[in-house]
């Protein structure tokens, strides 16, 4: 059974940084591409920023230059590194496959930035 379980969120200053990480199981970093994704009040989950099995990353526009999504497959753990962070940034984060599957979301980590 997949299981993630994110971590890292906080309250953070306009302009501040966070690392997020989320610890999965059973090597799954290694079969599947994986996405950091949020969830805004009122807004529809959106994929933020993705790595493939191979190391290549993408990222949405709204956080290119800003973000940096890594995998340490020792520790069965990928993280997202946000930095200059906006108020617009704030949002519950997940990570998951990517694309998602339904039954693998987490609780999520909470970010929330005051300007």
């Known amino acids: 059974q997949v299981q993630f379980v994110e971590s890292g969120g906080g309250l953070v200053q306009s302009g501040g940084s966070l690392r997020l990480s989320c610890v999965g199981s059973g090597s799954i970093f290694r079969l599947y591409a994986m996405g950091w994704y949020r969830q805004a009040p009122g807004k529809w989950r959106e994929l933020v920023a993705s790595?493939?099995?191979?190391?290549?990353?993408s990222y949405a526009d709204s956080v290119k230059g800003r973000f940096t999504i890594s995998v340490d497959n020792a520790v069965d753990t990928v993280y997202l590194q946000l930095n200059d962070l906006k108020s617009e940034d704030t949002a519950v984060y997940y990570c998951n496959a990517d694309p998602e599957w339904d039954v693998w979301w987490g609780r999520g980590t909470q970010v929330t930035v005051s300007s």
């Open positions: 790595i493939s099995t191979s190391g290549r990353t």
